[in-house]
Each structure stands twice: as structure tokens, then as C-alpha cells.
């Protein structure tokens, strides 16, 4: 089944404890990204890729990193959590290659950074 | 990139009624897409008008584009309760492959 993996799904953590979130897609999809939706605010971009290698910034990259090392990966890293980034989190990919760009989201992963 | 703004921010009708709800972006575009998402869950990608179309229908969906106003709209007939979810928008401007979206419209359907 074609689909967008996110782990963990619901995590709790602490100040200051890296942690990372996993998102894999099994479509050899070109296109990756990650976003956060808090209540309010709508759906906001933090990284995406265009393929292996390239990363750039979205909309709210502070306090996030990301690697893209195989097409299929694209794992969003807190290096330092802080409470402002408790949320949740959506990973996405498409086929860039077709032209319209329909994204394909995981399931979501809640975290909350206390 | 840009995204949409859509309008209203929260709908509530009955089961069996009409809902409609607009989408209004900036600047021209290739496409414009609608997603839908269910409480907590994943955004799901429902239908996707050109620039060169004016309606487009997937079911009880049909959508609409304007794009001397620069909007869209998306009809759902006949709702049912299993509709209510929040609904986005997302306009792709001409060689930008960002999908980005805005804070949704939020429908509820009572049965």
C-alpha cells in the first residue's frame, strides 16, 4: 500500500532532549516535507526536499533540522525541544515529476515537550 | 509560494444540506487543490482544478475556479455527518512545487 510512515506517533519529552522524528514513503517520491499545525494557525511548513540531498527552509525552520540521505527518508531532528514546539507534526511527499504536486501526508505524530 | 485563504472558517449545517466554502489566493496559479482533514488525522487530497478549468466534480464534490477573482470554491451536496472535518486549500503558483496551505475551513455536519 502506498503510504507516508511517521514515528513515533505520540511523544512526550523533555526540555532539551534531542529527539527525532522518522517519516518514510514507499512511492519514490522526489518531493518531502514537513509540517506543524497548532490551533489557529493553520498548517505551517518547516523543511522541504526536491530529492536526495536537497533541503530548504519552509515558513518555521527555527529550532528544527533535517537530512535527506535516501529518497525515501526524510527525518525531522530537535536538536534542543522546547515547549513552544509541542505540536503536531505531518510529513508529506509527492511525485514532483507529474506536475500538480498532490501531497500524500502520514498520520501525524503528537509531541508534547514539557 | 502562497497559500490560500479560506472562507468561512467554521460552517455548521444539517445532514442532507449544501456546504460551500471559498478559497481567495494572490497571485496566478497552475493549480489549486483541495484537501480535507479529519479530526487529528493526516490531510487527504480530494480534487485538483487547472488554471485552464473552470469546474471540476469528484462525486458530490464540484469545484470551481475563478481566476479573474483569483478564488475557488468547493460544494459538497448532500452532506453527510461522516463530511465534517476541516477542509483546505492549496493554490500552486506558476513553477513553484510548495503546496501551502491556510487555516482551514471547519465543517460540521449534524445528523
Known amino acids: 500500500e502506498a503510504q507516508v510512515t511517521q514515528n513515533p506517533r505520540y511523544l512526550i519529552t523533555v526540555t532539551g532532549k534531542k529527539l527525532t522524528v522518522t517519516c518514510s514513503q514507499n512511492?519514490?517520491?522526489?518531493?518531502m516535507s514537513w509540517y506543524r499545525q497548532d490551533p489557529g494557525l493553520g498548517l505551517r511548513q518547516i523543511y522541504y526536499?526536491?530529492?536526495?540531498?536537497?533541503?530548504d527552509k519552509g515558513d518555521v525552520p527555527e529550532g528544527y533540522k533535517v537530512s535527506r540521505k535516501e529518497k525515501r527518508n526524510f527525518p525531522l531532528i530537535l536538536e534542543s525541544p522546547s515547549p513552544n514546539q509541542t505540536s503536531l507534526y505531518f510529513c508529506?511527499?509527492?511525485?514532483?515529476?507529474?506536475?500538480?504536486?498532490?501531497?500524500?501526508f502520514g498520520a501525524g505524530s503528537r509531541l508534547t515537550v514539557l | 509560494s502562497q497559500q490560500g485563504e479560506e472562507d468561512p472558517q467554521a460552517l455548521s449545517i444539517q445532514e442532507g444540506e449544501n456546504a460551500t466554502m471559498n478559497c481567495s489566493y494572490k497571485t496566478s496559479i497552475n493549480n489549486l487543490q483541495w484537501y480535507r482533514q479529519n479530526s487529528g488525522r493526516g490531510l487527504v487530497h480530494l480534487i485538483l482544478i487547472r488554471s485552464n478549468e473552470r469546474e471540476k466534480h469528484s462525486g458530490r464534490l464540484r469545484v470551481t475556479l475563478d481566476t479573474s477573482k483569483k478564488s475557488s470554491s468547493l460544494l459538497i451536496t448532500a452532506s453527510r455527518a461522516a463530511d465534517t472535518a476541516s477542509y483546505f486549500c492549496?493554490?500552486?503558483?506558476?513553477?513553484?512545487?510548495?503546496?501551502?496551505f491556510g487555516r482551514g475551513t471547519s465543517l460540521i455536519v449534524h445528523p
Open positions: 492549496a493554490p500552486l503558483s506558476g513553477g513553484s512545487y510548495i503546496p501551502t
Open positions: 526536499s526536491m530529492n536526495v540531498e536537497v533541503t
Open positions: 508529506a511527499s509527492s511525485a514532483i515529476s507529474s506536475g500538480a504536486n498532490v501531497l500524500t
Open positions: 512511492m519514490n517520491h522526489e518531493y
